[in-house]
């Protein structure tokens, strides 16, 4: 202790604080002491937990380097996608055939990049389709509660009951086998999976405070739906969609598998499997591998980008 | 409770109907009769309309939809169009035994080796186990069933033979068969078991029959696998369907002469009765399951209070 503060400490009263004690603080000191982390939004914070999840990651760099495949492959190579070399049947993968050779003679590589354009979009056409339909029922039948949802989810609850893949065959043999069609079928009982989750979800949220202020605010419905609502359900809603993506595409790849797919010359990976089925036991074990993989690293990938998000996106979860 | 059932009973009844009246309008709007087949050249239009006539295909559509409706209470589905010696109920007594055979066989693995791969990978929860047992069944759950099909029988049929090929007659042709179909069911029961198992492994109960020291094993067996099982028995009804339609899949490729090849043989040649026929009997076989689950879980799990349908 110096001479000073023994004064102060005798004499409170008489105490004149040096002027060395008036330093200016550091302005960089005063913001250590702040306990905060920098702020993130909900988005920024998922986006971050999902990339720590180097599962989920890789499904993710997987499927982007697929899409761009879908988009570029086919023009990666001389052929097309129905031209046939009948001489050049069945020929295991070479340099001029990268993923050999089906047995009318049709390039492997050039099919299977067009089946991941026919997969892709069946995969991506589905989950859209069932978020709008889902979306829009789920979030009436939700919002409006007592009668309507009564009567919306008891026409949910039939449909749910009706055996999905039946009713997606039934429908392709009606209609014949198109992509179109296909998609369709997909989504005509497909969206009741989504419908259900969005009820719950609104339904929970909708005695929140934040509904209720901008209800005594006399916000319209469909406002209130649009911006209050929706924006919060979008956690579960997303994981949805990433899992709808794998379960369309393996429908398609089934329905083709069972001559209910896309038609020749179009190629698409179910079709590809179909055709290869014979083949296997013949040796062309290149002509299943291809499309086989494919489906299956892509069901892989989406299904592990879902469960990445499903942690990701939950704010139970966040830190 | 009761009421529940007889209100479930009467709901499954409408979907019932409604299944097998969209079933009629769908094989009725197809354009074409089974008939005309441009490369039969032994048909023509005097015996068409007999056939047709023969078929009641040449009725209006309500008298058609009335015998519909009558063949389907009377469990009679009527002629094949396309194999004239066999009715639709002979197809359906071939081969229903064979693909319920091949398709219970397929759940049972499923669910046994589902839970115990779950429950393992509960216990060891971030162990290598655990990681073995989720990469198993994530693997299960991404590889279509007849990739793993024809996967199971260029390896183990045909490279190293230790297995026949196809068909169904002894125990070692079902090995393939079934698990192309049961590792699917199994990989989701898997994942479900193991994470309605680490929930209830930090329960309150857990943690007091552990202080009461009780053997692990009863510990997991008494308290811990009859909670953590609800959620599976829940499934169990997707799960069943999609063993069911996985059978047609399954069935083809392993020339299993069970229902599913007649369902998708019929697809293809637009043999209407036995489509119809399939289609109501399969979709009927679904729906009463579906109500039996739902029954049972009622039953298993007390907390949830069947009278009291309304809200969530």
Redesign the interface.
Known sequence: MDQQTKKMAQDPTSAEIPSDWLKPINRDQLKQEDVVRPSLSYWQDAWQRLKKNKLAMSGLIFLIILAIMAIFGPYMSPYTVGEQNLPNQNQAPSWSHWFGTDGLGRDVFTRTWYGARISLFVGLMAALIDFFVGVIYGGISGYKGGRTDNILMRIIEILYGLPYLLVVILLLVVLGPSLLTIILALTVTGWVGMARIVRGQVLQLKNYEFVHASQSFGAKTSRIIKRNLLPNTMGPIIVQMTLTVPSAIFAEAFLSFLGLGVSSPYASWGVMANDALTAILSGHWWRLFFPAFFISATMFAFNVLGDGLQDALDPKLRR | MIKYIIKRFL??L??LW??TT??FI??M??PGSPFNDVSDKTSNEAVQANLESHFNLDKPMIVQYYYYLESIVTLDFGPSIKKPNDTVNDLLGRGFPISFELGIISIIVAIISGIILGVFAALKHNGIIDYLAMSIA??G????N??LA??L??QLA?NLELLP?ATWKSPSHMILPTIALATGPMAIIARLTRSSMLEVLTQDYIKMARAKGLAPYKIIIKHALKNALMPVVTILGTLL?GI??GT??IE??FAIPGMGQYF?ES??Q?DYPV?MGT?VF??AF??IM?FLVDIAYGVLDPRIKLHKEKG?
């Not at chain 2, 759950?141 to 279509?144: D, G, K, R, V, Y």
């Open positions: 709901m499954m409408l979907t409604i299944i969209l079933t769908l094989m709007s197809i994530v693997l759950i991404s590889i279509p007849f990739v024809t996967f029988i260029q045909v090929v369907a069911l339609t047609f899949v083809k490729i998708v697809i293809s637009r489509i289609t399969y979709s679904l729906i579906l969530d």
